[in-house]
T-cell receptor, first 115, second 113 residues
Framework: DAGVIQSPRHEVTEMGQEVTLRCKPI?????LFWYRQTMMRGLELLIY????????DSGMPEDRFSAKMPNASFSTLKIQPSEPRDSAVYFC?????????????FGPGTRLTVL | AQSVTQPDIHITVSEGASLELRCNYS??????LFWYVQSPGQGLQLLLK??????LVQGIKGFEAEFKRSQSSFNLRKPSVHWSDAAEYFC???????????FGGGTRLMVKP
């Protein structure tokens, strides 16, 4: 299996621009998670989906952030408009329900820099 | 709500020395506990997990962790550290949401030659 795939790996943009981060979960996984990692705040859960439905988006910082999962194999995290404080590494992770608490498999992350 | 505390932000050990990374959790019921490792520029990789049963769990790369309910701890250990173990280590807990992980702040491990 290829694991969780994220693109792009690096993104540099200017303040005010729209940014779209992409994630392909592991085939067969029914949970998908978006995290943000910064030096100041560590790892934060932004939102997670179960069977393509958003379950908890309480971690999404502002209305500028939105996430979608149109099908089981693809999700996007969009920031519009972007701001310098959004600079961080964004991780996508997926897991599969198997009767207990389950391991999350993480992608390599997208390093976002907003100038 | 559950929470995780990793008291040590940085730890430096000599290669070949033993290692213990501390993790304390707060959760009302029996938690599901995890240790992840993150190498520079990489995503997180699972080292080991505890769900139930034997309180001493073995993981990959020679790591083990012991669940101590009385101390609300899940410390990670390795008897002999290798230079390649230098990385950041995260303890995490899953609570009643089933699949939502709550992470500790991480411990950055440096290994001296």
């Amino acid at each position: 299996d290829a694991g969780v795939i994220q693109s792009p790996r690096h993104e540099v943009t200017e303040m005010g621009q729209e940014v779209t981060l992409r994630c392909k979960p592991i085939s067969g996984h029914d949970y998908l998670f978006w995290y943000r990692q910064t030096m100041m705040r560590g790892l934060e859960l932004l939102i997670y989906f179960n069977n393509n439905v958003p379950i908890d988006d309480s971690g999404m910082p502002e209305d500028r952030f939105s996430a979608k999962m149109p099908n089981a194999s693809f999700s996007t995290l969009k920031i519009q408009p972007s701001e310098p404080r959004d600079s961080a590494v964004y991780f996508c992770a997926s897991s599969v329900t198997s009767g207990g608490a389950n391991e999350q498999f993480f992608g390599p992350g997208t390093r976002l820099t907003v100038l | 709500a559950q929470s995780v505390t990793q008291p040590d932000i940085h730890i430096t050990v000599s290669e070949g020395a033993s290692l213990e990374l501390r993790c304390n959790y707060s959760y009302g019921a029996t938690p599901y506990l995890f240790w992840y490792v993150q190498s520079p520029g990489q995503g997180l990789q699972l080292l080991l997990k505890y769900f139930s049963g034997d309180t001493l769990v073995q993981g990959i790369k020679g790591f083990e962790a012991e669940f101590k309910r009385s101390q609300s701890s899940f410390n990670l250990r390795k008897p002999s550290v290798h230079w390649s173990d230098a990385a950041e280590y995260f303890c995490a807990v899953v609570g009643n949401a089933g699949n939502m992980l709550t992470f500790g702040g991480g411990t950055r491990l440096m290994v001296k030659p």
